[in-house]
């Protein structure tokens, strides 16, 4: 128990990977939680009765975080159903890989509404709840992508960059309130996202981080759950990464 029990966290793409673990690392941590997730609601059942057998306290919220208006009601949701919100966890997100001049507009597009538009909706939604929270906190979740940048995947690496961006400015505007706001950077973790990878392409990718391995969901979630405390950390972006090469 981290001692900040009964912290509201709304965490978003929570029924699996990344987020799933974030969810059950507060939950371990004393939070409440505000479980979102888009369409699999059998697994966000699961992951919720994970994290109430540890004791948390769980409710879920169906929103697909790129569509304007459920990305915009969402953390009003979730602080009508507990009473209030501390923090924001804008984990959701997609990617559609391939050469830019063989992506489709509709296939960039989604990218975009949902990691760029779609966060910056959610966490400006938010800020009227997390105001009037003591322990406000955001946590964003780039990518090594949005900092490096990466073959095959300009529209995702496009729109990590600008959630690095919207951290930035975010810390800037709202560390005079209190309001704590970070990001995290992970390199490559073994989640839904990545294992259609081959071992040819895992290679590389492993030869490249300085710890020789990729990094888990669990390890993410740990980061987070460091940068919701209260702390001097503002406006950074952690990189998660096992010491990657550039
Ligand atoms: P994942 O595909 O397992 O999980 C992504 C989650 O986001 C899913 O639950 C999905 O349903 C949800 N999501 C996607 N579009 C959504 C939408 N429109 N509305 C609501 N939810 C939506 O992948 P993951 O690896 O767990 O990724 C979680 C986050 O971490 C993503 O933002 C991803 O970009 C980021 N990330 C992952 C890696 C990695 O190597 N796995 C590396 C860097 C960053």
Known sequence: MSGRSQ????VTGASRGI???????????????????RTDADAAQR??????????????????IADPSQALTLPEQACAHFGSLDAVVANAGVTVDGP??????A???????????????????ALPYLRRSRAAAIVLVSSLGGIAGKDGQVPYTASKGGVIGLCQWLGD?????????????PGFIAT??????????????????????????EEVAHAVSFLLRPGYIQSTTLRIDGGFAR
């Open 107 to 125: 296939q960039v597009a989604t990218v975009l509404r949902t990691n760029l538009s779609g966060t910056i909706r959610m966490v400006c939604a």
């Open 192 to 217: 839904d996202m990545t294992t259609q990878l081959d071992p040819e392409q895992m290679a590389p990718i492993i030869q490249a981080s300085a710890l020789r391995r990729v990094g888990s969901a």
């Open 47 to 64: 992951i919720a009765a994970s994290a109430r057998d540890a004791g948390a306290e769980v409710a879920l919220f169906q929103a697909d």
């Open 19 to 37: 987020g799933a673990a974030v969810i059950l690392r507060l939950a371990a941590d004393g939070c409440r939680l505000a479980l979102s997730y």
């Open 173 to 185: 505007r709202l560390g005079p309130e209190g309001i704590r706001v970070n990001a995290v950077a």
């Open 7 to 10: 912290q509201t966290v709304l």
């Open 100 to 105: 830019f001049v063989a992506l489709t507009p």
